[in-house]
């Protein structure tokens, strides 16, 4: 009697096993610690207050992974750590990582409850009340490695996003919850004659101020603070809006997209940064597992093409188009109708 293959359900028995190597390591500063050069488990045990033999497991564990290189029992940091594991690397995901290890990996442990209930497990995981941001920004650190989360994925897809579609003819971008401005940097520094604005609350905009100084395109580039479910919002032909229309329920949506409609001029355009299923909802894996985690920490959910099609026409735009990008988020865009 022949058996199916077994290898992708143990895969999937062993997966949060990697994953969690890879958080504790980087939650060590294992990484950070290896920037100077290489340094044996005993230097690094010592310096993190470990066992050495329960780190040596970790480091070795790191090595399999490819996240680390091990020569004459001494340990670096392979080209893939050195970019994206360490704290002060420009491109970072250390953020994303720790928020994933302190936030996400405990609430998603009561995914079968979000089955039940269909709601977010804020209250339930760390007895808070609210969604994501005012559970998980409770403190100035939390905050901070969030957005810098933010940042790093910013980097890898904003610069797709911006380049997927032609967005020449605009002549102001706002870029509402911008965070660190990682979009609207990429859109100005790609298209000379663009200026673009960051809108996000006090918090975010401190974040965004350092990015803004460092781009060859600051000239052409502002942070404004501002909450744009509660505030008038600064005047633009695109709105672009990254990471925000899949944390909020319904009702929220069409709040905000009633306010970029109502301010845009004809033929102005809204620009969104998602991750996209296809439309048979079978895929990609990625967009799938991002839907669940939005069912485990927001309101909201990922949407296929035709799903943003449907929503941006209700709201009064037309021309809707979606394309993958090759990076992690996707690009849609839209224009208000002339």
Same mark, same amino acid.
């Given at each position: ?182 979009? &609207?940097?990429? +859109?100005?520094? #790609?298209?000379?004659?663009?200026? /673009?604005?960051? !809108?996000?609350? @006090?918090?975010?905009? %401190? ?6 100084? &460092?781009?060859? +395109?600051?000239? #052409?580039?502002?942070?404004?603070? /501002?909450?744009? !479910?509660?505030? @008038?919002?600064?005047? %633009? ?24 409609? @109502? ?76």
């Amino acid at each position: 009697m022949s058996h199916s293959d077994p290898s992708p359900v143990i895969d999937l028995i062993q997966a949060f096993r990697r994953s969690q190597t890879m958080f504790t390591a980087v939650s060590l500063g294992i990484f950070d610690l290896l920037e100077s050069g290489a340094k044996s488990a005993e230097t690094l045990a010592s310096v993190t207050h470990t066992d050495l033999r329960a780190v040596r497991r970790l480091l070795d564990g790191c090595t399999g992974l490819g996240l680390l290189e091990k020569r004459d029992g001494v340990y670096a940091n392979a080209a893939v750590a050195d970019e994206y594991l360490r704290r002060v690397s420009a491109n970072t995901l250390a953020g994303y990582i720790l928020y994933s290890k302190e936030a996400l990996y405990p609430m998603w442990g009561h995914l079968d409850d979000a089955m039940r209930e269909g709601a977010p497990r804020w209250n339930q995981t760390f007895a808070v009340e609210g969604g994501i941001f005012s559970g998980f920004f409770r403190t100035p650190q939390a905050k901070h490695e969030f957005l810098l989360g933010m940042h790093g994925f910013g980097q890898i897809s904003s610069p797709a996003v911006v380049r997927v579609f032609n967005l020449g003819r605009f002549q102001r971008l706002v870029d509402l919850g911008g965070a660190t401005g990682h979009l &609207a940097i990429a +859109a100005c520094e #790609r298209y000379g004659s663009m200026h /673009g604005v960051v !809108f996000d609350l @006090a918090e975010a905009v %401190a974040e965004a101020h350092p990015h803004i100084v &460092a781009s060859n +395109a600051a000239d #052409r580039l502002e942070a404004i603070e /501002g909450d744009f !479910f509660a505030d @008038a919002l600064p005047p %633009a032909d695109l709105y672009a809006l990254g990471r925000i229309i899949h944390d909020w329920d319904e009702e929220k949506i069409g709040v905000l997209l009633g306010k970029i409609h @109502a301010a845009l001029p004809p033929g102005g355009g809204i620009l969104l940064a998602e991750t996209l299923l296809d439309d048979d909802h079978c895929g990609p894996v990625a967009s799938l597992m991002q839907s669940l985690n939005m069912l485990v920490c927001t309101e909201g959910r990922e949407r296929s093409v035709e799903e943003y099609r449907e929503l941006l026409e209700h709201f009064g735009f037309e021309r809707v188009e979606g394309r993958r990008t090759g990076a992690p988020l996707d690009a849609v865009l839209a224009f208000r109708k002339e």
